[in-house]
């Protein structure tokens, strides 16, 4: 097999291997620390009652949620940037998130916590956040200008956390001090009803994705290109955003503001040669999915018994990526 073949396969083959552990890792510690051996045992209903409980009703929900925020932010990520052209693309640093966030809010502020609508709510506020800096970055005649579009996405992730300051003005501090744990992310509250009505999101969002591998592929390749080859250039490009925006509202509705899935793992197999986005996107998902379980590792065992907001892990993370990409465009 060329070489060029082999780095795709060495990258689907080292992941895959990396998340079984990172499962597996995941179900075993923590306060109560449970070896691998009586984790396989729990999963299949036999051994320890406090260790079946501890691993089938309190870790395997969370590490679920974590796998599908994984998922779902990655693929998201590289669709945006193959619609975009913008190896800078994600939805947290586009603003997406951001708004996403803001139509949560508002749900919960104004009732309305049923586990399937406040996703939507979300996802209306994430198209809002997309307008938004889709419009900015074309008034500045700057569209496909990296740093437009970051400048553009900034902003309104600035506005939007300035919204959810002021409606959370007049609550209570508690619930302050949850909203502000929630924005910096986490799964640490996973349910298995959340779990799988995120569950549907995702396979909604990523099959649409896939489904529109080849079109992604033209429209990596430029505007005009892709027009001459048939291509409504505008209506793909609103299908993508669109279905991009579900996925991150839904991780969003789910674990809070994470950032920098989207911007890491998409750069990571684009370097191990994944080119085609059908496979990019799934690669994606699966390399997201690791770093999301990974980052919630680190986030309860690293300073345990405190646990870190998971969002700030996965910033720490991607930021020196982000630096490393922002220097190469220059």
């Known amino acids: 097999m060329p070489a060029a073949h082999r780095r795709p396969a060495v990258l689907w083959t080292g992941t895959a291997i990396a998340l079984v552990i990172l499962i597996v890792a995941s179900l075993a510690l923590g306060a109560v620390p449970i070896s691998p051996t009586k984790v396989v045992g729990a999963l299949l209903g036999s051994g320890d009652p406090l260790a079946i409980t501890i691993v089938r009703e309190l870790r395997l929900p969370r590490v679920a949620l974590a796998v599908l925020v994984g998922c779902a932010l990655g693929s998201a990520g590289a669709a945006l940037q193959g619609t975009l052209r913008n190896p800078l693309a994600e939805p947290y640093l586009l603003g997406v998130s951001g708004g996403a966030a803001v139509g949560a809010v508002v749900a919960i502020t104004l009732g309305v916590t049923a586990a399937g609508i406040v996703p939507l709510a979300a996802f209306a506020g994430a198209v809002t956040?997309?307008?938004?800096?889709?419009?900015?970055?074309?008034?500045?005649?700057?569209?496909?200008?990296?740093?437009?579009?970051?400048?553009?996405?900034?902003?309104?992730?600035?506005?939007?956390?300035?919204?959810?300051?002021?409606?959370?003005?007049?609550?209570?501090?508690?619930?302050?001090?949850?909203?502000?744990?929630?924005?910096?992310?986490?799964?640490?509250?996973?349910?298995?009803?959340?779990?799988?009505?995120?569950?549907?999101?995702?396979?909604?969002?990523?099959?649409?994705?896939?489904?529109?591998?080849?079109?992604?592929?033209?429209?990596?390749?430029?505007?005009?290109?892709?027009?001459?080859?048939?291509?409504?250039?505008?209506?793909?490009?609103?299908?993508?955003f669109l279905v991009s925006a579900l996925l991150a509202a839904a991780s969003v509705a789910a674990a809070g503001l994470v950032g920098f899935v989207g911007l890491v793992v998409p750069n990571i197999a684009r370097a191990f040669g994944v080119v085609r986005h059908r496979a990019l996107i799934l690669t994606s998902a699966l390399a997201g999915a690791a770093l999301v379980l990974l980052a919630d590792l680190i986030a309860r065992t690293v300073r345990a018994p405190l646990e870190l907001p998971l969002g700030a892990i996965t910033a720490l993370i991607g930021v020196p990526v982000f630096l490393t990409r922002l220097r190469r465009l220059r």
Not at 163 to 182: Q, Y
Not at 208 to 235: F, K, P, T, Y
């Open 129 to 240: 956040a997309v307008i938004l800096v889709l419009g900015l970055a074309r008034a500045a005649g700057a569209m496909r200008d990296p740093r437009t579009l970051l400048m553009a996405g900034v902003v309104i992730g600035a506005f939007a956390n300035a919204i959810i300051m002021i409606m959370l003005a007049d609550v209570s501090p508690e619930k302050v001090r949850g909203a502000v744990w929630w924005m910096a992310g986490a799964v640490s509250d996973a349910s298995w009803s959340r779990v799988i009505w995120l569950l549907v999101y995702v396979f909604i969002g990523m099959t649409l994705l896939v489904a529109r591998g080849r079109v992604l592929d033209v429209l990596s390749l430029g505007e005009d290109s892709a027009a001459s080859l048939g291509i409504d250039v505008g209506r793909a490009t609103r299908e993508v």
